[in-house]
């Protein structure tokens, strides 16, 4: 059918190309009147708020972008003080101070509130998240208290308590006055108002400070009355001296009067500015106050 077109004269091919022409552009001018006039057409109501509330979100989200879930979860750091403690009856705070992220001093609270008991330090290195080297940390500050020892079997086969195994110790007569920094547990046990719980503690943290050079630093035992210092008396002490320029930072936080902030202080200035010589350069931290320096001054060799 095509074939038929080149049977017309050349001046009617041409009259109807120009047809074809102008019909194509009618066509497509109508389709674009169409789709102009929509586009024209006003929105509603309900379709212009939803328009509004999704460009609204869009700067919302530009001016205040959302934090990421770590930064909501992120643990808050806590100052580390190793000092004796009873896994049995420790707080989940006083775990946490003694360098315990978050989650294993959740973990003890619950294991306790279920029943369990920690018998021997070694039952707490079993402590679900506690590493090797964490329990290693903490292991000479672990104290069992009385209650919580581990019972045993006698030849008889009845259950007896290992602290009752021990010989009867009376206690000492008034007017005794002992060594305090030569006293064992048993001597301690003999003082009146400390038991064999309380021996331990004051042998522990006399270990821990190089031993005392006052009966007043007595009081910073936990549970211990200040009735118990006229039993003891304080020769003069050959107190064990914390090297300030040799100790590592975990030597230097672990005496009682530090902390990782002071440790940490120490550290920064011997690397920056050498070793420290006097007092005076102590002072100058401010993570020590006057009444700091003056605690732990007995303590320390600037050799």
Same mark, same amino acid.
């Given at each position: 059918?095509?074939?038929?077109?080149?049977?017309? /004269?050349?001046?009617?091919?041409?009259?109807?190309?120009?047809?074809?022409?102008?019909?194509?552009?009618?066509?497509?001018?109508?389709?674009?009147?169409r789709l102009k006039k929509q586009d024209m057409?006003?929105?509603?109501?309900?379709?212009?708020?939803?328009?509004?509330?999704?460009?609204?979100?869009?700067?919302?989200?530009?001016?205040?972008?959302?934090?990421?879930?770590?930064?909501?979860?992120?643990?808050?750091?806590?100052?580390?003080?190793?000092?004796?403690?009873?896994?049995?009856?420790?707080?989940? !705070?006083?775990?946490?101070?003694?360098?315990?992220?978050?989650?294993?001093?959740?973990?003890?609270?619950? &294991?306790?509130?279920?029943?369990?008991?920690?018998?021997?330090?070694? %039952?707490? !290195?079993?402590?679900?998240?506690?590493?090797?080297?964490?329990?290693?940390?903490?292991?000479?500050?672990?104290?069992?208290?009385?209650?919580?020892? =581990?019972?045993?079997? %006698? /030849?008889?086969?009845?259950?007896?308590?290992?602290?009752? /195994?021990?010989?009867?110790?009376?206690?000492?007569?008034?007017?005794?006055?002992? %060594?305090?920094?030569?006293?064992?547990? *048993?001597?301690?046990?003999?003082?009146?108002?400390?038991?064999?719980?309380?021996?331990?503690?004051?042998?522990?943290?006399?270990?821990?400070?190089?031993?005392? &050079?006052?009966?007043?630093?007595?009081?910073? @035992?936990?549970?211990?009355?200040?009735?118990?210092?006229?039993?003891?008396?304080?020769?003069?002490?050959?107190?064990?001296?914390?090297?300030?320029?040799?100790?590592?930072?975990?030597?230097?936080?672990?005496?009682?009067?530090?902390?990782?902030? =002071? *440790?940490?202080?120490? @550290?920064?200035?011997?690397?920056?500015?050498?070793?420290?010589?006097?007092?005076?350069?102590?002072?100058?931290?401010?993570?020590?106050?006057?009444? %700091?320096?003056?605690?732990?001054?007995?303590?320390?060799?600037?050799?």
């Open positions: 059918m095509w074939k038929d077109f080149f049977y017309f /004269t050349k001046a009617e091919r041409r009259a109807i190309l120009v047809l074809l022409i102008l019909l194509a552009l009618l066509s497509g001018g109508s389709i674009w009147f057409t006003p929105l509603s109501l309900s379709e212009s708020e939803r328009i509004d509330s999704f460009l609204t979100g869009l700067e919302e989200k530009k001016r205040f972008p959302k934090k990421s879930f770590s930064s909501y979860h992120k643990e808050p750091a806590v100052p580390v003080r190793l000092r004796p403690f009873d896994p049995n009856t420790a707080d989940s !705070s006083t775990l946490r101070t003694l360098g315990l992220p978050a989650f294993i001093a959740r973990n003890v609270v619950k &294991y306790r509130e279920k029943g369990g008991i920690f018998h021997t330090p070694e %039952d707490f !290195s079993r402590m679900y998240g506690l590493s090797p080297a964490q329990f290693e940390t903490l292991k000479p500050y672990i104290i069992i208290g009385e209650n919580f020892l =581990k019972p045993e079997r %006698d /030849t008889m086969r009845h259950t007896v308590f290992v602290r009752d /195994t021990l010989p009867y110790l009376p206690k000492y007569p008034e007017g005794t006055v002992i %060594d305090l920094n030569r006293a064992d547990t *048993a001597s301690l046990k003999r003082v009146p108002g400390i038991g064999s719980g309380l021996a331990r503690r004051i042998v522990a943290y006399r270990n821990r400070l190089g031993g005392f &050079y006052s009966v007043s630093q007595l009081q910073e @035992i936990p549970h211990l009355d200040a009735k118990v210092n006229q039993w003891f008396k304080v020769e003069q002490a050959e107190l064990r001296k914390l090297e300030i320029n040799r100790a590592s930072l975990d030597r230097l936080r672990s005496h009682p009067y530090m902390d990782f902030y =002071k *440790a940490k202080a120490i @550290i920064e200035y011997r690397r920056k500015r050498g070793k420290l010589k006097s007092l005076s350069q102590l002072s100058l931290f401010e993570a020590f106050s006057e009444e %700091d320096i003056k605690k732990i001054t007995p303590y320390l060799s600037f050799e």
